[in-house]
């Protein structure tokens, strides 16, 4: 079977875009066109997949290049658990040698930002504190992938440690080149690749726009498969100049006190459990 050989598992608004396309400009790392398949993330069971799911172990494996030694995909659905669950079983049992990059932020940072997003692309019209209202529902679509603890130990049940390396998004950010050497490194690939790609940021806040749920579509995995003739650097430039003329802009919305507060007591253990688990400070997070 020709299948990926390493997985991008962070949670949305943490990179995930972003380190997708930089890895795809290594010369010796395939990333699937198609960014998040969501293969290993099973069945919607009544929770719908924001793109087309890839349910087809045919058509996953069309994905990839048997050719390229060192391979990839990105799902934010593999960390997302119990929203999805039994995701490194499906992995360990097709994919036993896998190696995983796992991103994090700041999960109250996160959180926010993927309310902004949900604005913008997926239809959300609740206030932020409507929409982050109820901490009891384990479900919630914006805090369970911020129980980054919770996500790191159900691989780690399946994976030894050494294959699952934890990174923060911050890195990526300030220290690009560098964070992308120690990714190559783990991933056994030439290390000093460098690349003017890797000075793009991708998914940034600025770009943040109210998309009407058509429009949303079209910016779904199928378009660059169908567009990729076209290079990047006269696409890009052309959907951000009709996106301004159209679409207004994404208003920031403001997180009080309190519902800051309640956010960082829910993520307060699950932040000391994944310190233990990494020996990493993320002295820069809120919590």
Known sequence: MTLPTFFIIGAAKTGTTSLHYYLSQHPEIQMSMNK???FFSGPENGIPYPNKRVDSLKDYERLFDRAVRVRGEASV???NYPRRQGVPERIKQLVPDARFIYLVRDPVARTVSQYHYR???????RSMREALSDFSDPYSVYTCPSLYATQLELYLRHFPTDRVLVLEQAGLLSDRLSTLRQIFAFLSVDDAVDSSWFEEELNTKREQRIYPASYARLRGPEVPTALRWIPRSIRRPIRR???RMLLR???PATLDDDLRLQ?????AGEVERLRELTGKSFSTWSI
């Open 77 to 79: 659905g593999y960390t």
């Open 263 to 267: 956010l960082e007591e829910l993520y």
């Open 119 to 125: 604005v913008a692309v997926e239809g959300e019209r």
């Open 36 to 38: 998040e398949p969501n």
């Open 249 to 251: 802009p994404v208003t």
């Open 241 to 243: 100049s009709v996106e």
